[in-house]
């Protein structure tokens, strides 16, 4: 069966909103019929670029007629609102992460999307990485046993701005979360959550009581440990790794170097060149995979798009996490 593109309407028209909206153009199942921004020269560019008629007022998407699904990659204080608004008029939605930075507002809104009915998925990328996946599903295949230990790093090039640590969350809502959803991704059921951060080398995390480095330890109910590593600074790029291990063998993805090529001379073998500097470059696949599974979910519920809950999990991790590490406890969890 052939279906029409789907018509998205696309809020907030940031870094990230011109990554999706670049996607949406790209992909021959969809088309981007609205974009909304306060900032409405930024929407304009995006029209400009990829097409679609320009607000900046997202009402107007809303009550359009020719919006079938919604992307939101607005400032995550909107993305509630925004989800009960798309919810309410039964329209499809994509969120970029976190749902909130507060889960009281996540838990008000989660009985509603439950009883909707409409597909709401959260933009966790990384699911849909090809080779993070593939190790995903080879552990599920048992080619490596039972999974004992998950190992997930992940650092940033560099540190963000004061002014954005500031309004973040914090480094395990902001950074870290995308890691509690990969952890999940291969053990949803984390009963346990230990945290340490420290403050080496950022001003502005010192300035706002954040963390710059962290060391997360989950446990799942199985009994199996997932140890994740944070830092927002890396010499060597941006870094971005994962290791599978059980009794029969172990899994691992590398990081990815800007170039295939390799040197060796008398003084050096096999020197290398830098790994991607930049997320959007590392996980641009990711995120063009993430809108075919979104449009699978629109069109026939077989997805493989994380969900409310999932984003819900993640931020209940967070928050585990960042009890843990300022009260130095091990923190019990449910997710149910």
């Known amino acids: 069966m052939t279906h029409a593109p789907l018509r998205f309407g696309l809020i907030g028209t940031g870094r990230i909103g011109q990554v999706h909206a670049a996607n949406i153009a790209g992909n021959p199942a969809t088309t981007l019929s609205w974009v909304a921004d306060p900032f409405v020269d930024g929407a304009r560019s995006v029209a400009d670029g990829f097409g679609g008629r320009v607000t ?45 930075l507060d889960i009281t507002r996540v838990e008000a809104l989660r009985p509603k999307v439950a009883a909707a009915g409409v597909p709401v998925a959260l933009g966790f990328n990384r699911r849909f990485d090809p080779a993070f996946a593939e190790v995903r599903a080879r552990v599920a295949a048992g080619e490596i046993g039972a999974l004992e230990q998950l190992t997930i ?72 440990v997932v140890t994740i590593i944070n830092s927002r600074h890396s010499a060597v790029g941006y870094d971005q790794r994962l290791e599978a291990f059980g009794g029969k063998g172990t899994l691992q993805v590398a990081n990815r170097s800007t170039s295939l090529v390799s040197l060796s001379t008398a003084e050096r073998v096999e020197a290398s060149a830098p790994y991607e500097d930049f997320f959007l470059q590392r996980y641009a696949e990711a995120y063009a995979a993430e809108l075919a599974a979104f449009v699978a979910l629109v069109r026939d519920g077989a997805s493989q798009s994380p969900t409310f809950d999932d984003g819900r999990a993640a931020l209940l991790l967070a928050d585990a996490a960042q009890r843990s590490a300022t009260e130095r406890v091990a923190v019990a969890v449910s997710l149910d």
């Open 153 to 224: 790093i992940s650092r940033d090039p560099a540190a963000p701005p004061a002014a954005y640590v500031e309004v973040s969350g914090g480094i395990f809502r902001d950074m870290t979360i995308h890691d509690f959803d990969m952890a999940r991704f291969f053990l949803p059921d984390i009963v346990e959550v230990s945290a340490v951060g420290s403050t080496t080398f950022d001003p502005g995390a010192r300035e706002h009581g954040d963390f710059d480095t962290a060391v997360v330890t989950l446990r799942a109910a199985s009994g199996a």
């Open 56 to 100: 900046a007022d997202a009402g107007e998407l809303f009550a359009a007629d020719d919006v079938d699904a919604v992307l939101i990659a607005s400032p995550t204080p909107t993305h509630v609102d925004l989800i009960e608004r798309a919810v309410d008029r039964g329209i499809p939605v994509l969120c970029e992460k976190p749902i909130d």
